[in-house]
């Protein structure tokens, strides 16, 4: 009989440290933005899928998803008519709090191991259909669909401690993208793919009048609340997870 051990709070803690360390430092290691770069790509898909899924709440045409090599990305929606400034301000925060909020769902899934694999799998699929759907870059088309393969191979091949501590690592990769992404917060406008634009604040700042660190503030601030929040449920006592162990 396969023996069972209760993974500790201590250890779900460790997980998310080690989590943590790895996404900061990789990038400062030599070849680490290499191995990191499937991350990249996944984060910027985060980040464009908030604002195309939040334009499709709002009742607009999600056109196309496109992710550069450099990690850039950009979403395309259409509405029939001029949307109101709300909508236009509710889209533009939909793609900085979108790794906010595929982050905490992923923390939180991790508090209780049925529903780790689960949301491992979910996800792959997510990431499998959009690319079929929406996606319109070969960078796009290269890397997401290997992303979503390496995702089902954990959650049908790996151990349980592999399975909790690659969704913990993705939950806590999107949370913390949000500090790569903060030069772009606090500025105005920027460039994708050589087109200058406003930025994802600076569109908000347009519609909604305030200026565009106000809003990057906000975002921060909810964003902040929403990881706080899915790491302390998940990290409650009572929520401690049960690994079985495979030979």
Same mark, same amino acid.
Request: without cysteine; glycine residues 10%; charged residues 10%.
């Given at each position: ?12 803690? &460790? ?8 996404? +900061?430092?990789? *990038? ?6 290499? #191995?990191?770069?499937?991350? +990249?790509?996944? +984060?910027?898909?985060?980040?464009? /899928? ?7 709440? =709002? ?5 196309? =998803? ?20 709300? %909508?236009?301000? #509710?889209?533009?925060?939909?793609? *900085? ?10 923390? #939180? ?7 780790? $694999? *689960?949301?491992?799998?979910? #996800? ?6 959009? %690319?079929?759907?929406?996606?319109? %870059?070969? +960078? ?12 089902? &191979?954990?959650? /049908? ?15 806590? !990769?999107?949370?913390?993208? /949000? ?5 772009? !917060? ?8 050589? $087109?200058? /634009?406003?930025?994802?604040? &600076? ?21 902040? !609340?929403?990881?706080?929040?899915? !790491? ?9 997870? $049960?690994?079985?162990? $495979?030979?």
């Amino acid at each position: 009989m396969e023996p069972v051990v209760r993974g500790s709070q201590e250890e779900k803690v &460790g997980h998310l440290l080690i989590a943590g360390l790895l996404i +900061t430092f990789l *990038p400062q290691i030599p070849l680490g933005n290499y #191995l990191i770069y499937p991350f +990249t790509i996944l +984060t910027t898909w985060f980040h464009e /899928m908030g604002h195309g899924l939040t334009a499709m709440a =709002l009742g607009a045409d999600f056109q196309s =998803l496109e992710i550069y090599r450099n990690g850039s990305g950009l979403a395309q929606s259409q509405f029939d008519s001029t949307p109101s400034a709300v %909508t236009s301000a #509710l889209v533009g925060a939909g793609g *900085p709090l979108g790794p906010s909020i595929f982050g905490s769902l992923l923390i #939180l899934a991790s508090a209780k191991l049925k529903y780790v $694999r *689960p949301a491992l799998i979910a #996800l792959a699929a997510l990431i499998g259909l959009s %690319t079929v759907i929406w996606v319109a %870059t070969m +960078t796009g088309f290269i890397v997401l669909p290997l992303v979503a393969l390496a995702l089902v &191979g954990v959650a /049908m091949r790996a151990s349980d401690r592999i399975a909790l501590f690659s969704i913990q690592f993705l939950g806590i !990769l999107a949370a913390l993208s /949000m500090f790569r992404d903060w030069d772009y !917060l606090f500025s105005y406008a920027g460039v994708v793919a050589g $087109r200058p /634009m406003l930025s994802d604040t &600076g569109a908000i700042s347009e519609a909604l009048w305030l200026p565009y660190w106000f809003w990057a503030i906000v975002i921060i601030a909810v964003s902040g !609340l929403m990881i706080g929040a899915s !790491l302390k449920y998940a990290l409650a006592e009572e929520h401690s997870n $049960r690994f079985i162990s $495979r030979r």
